[in-house]
């Protein structure tokens, strides 16, 4: 049975940092590409970065330069260090899996198993 759970999530101010993470079991995590989305009220869910289990890391446009995404293959585990949020930032932060081996995928329906999302809150 697999499993992804996220956690490290939280009410900060604009400007403060956070670090999530995920830590999954049942699956082979060194042969997954990583991902991290989020969803705010209202809004379809957005990828927001991922890693690749061949080494290499893509981010979205809106996080390039202040996020930061990590795996540890000894623990199972993916984080994702966010520094100077910013309200806008704040929705249901989630994190999944992708099975496929060939590219980083920036769409949700690629990803094979999801874990149930951590709050972030940012106020201005």
């Known amino acids: 049975q697999v499993q992804l759970v996220e956690s490290g999530g939280g009410l900060v101010q604009a400007g403060a940092s956070l670090r999530l993470s995920c830590a999954t079991s049942g699956l082979t995590f060194s042969s997954y590409i990583m991902g991290w989305f989020r969803q705010a009220p209202g809004k379809e869910r957005e990828f927001v970065a991922a890693t690749h289990w061949g080494g290499g890391n893509t981010y979205s446009e809106s996080v390039k330069g202040r996020f930061t995404i990590s795996r540890d293959d000894t623990k199972n585990t993916v984080y994702l260090q966010m520094n100077n949020l910013k309200p806008e930032d704040t929705a249901v932060y989630y994190c999944?899996?992708?099975?496929?081996?060939?590219?980083?995928?920036?769409?949700?329906?690629?990803?094979?198993?999801w874990g149930q999302g951590t709050q972030v809150t940012v106020s201005s």
């Open positions: 999944a899996a992708d099975g496929r081996v060939v590219f980083i995928s920036r769409r949700p329906i690629d990803y094979d198993y």
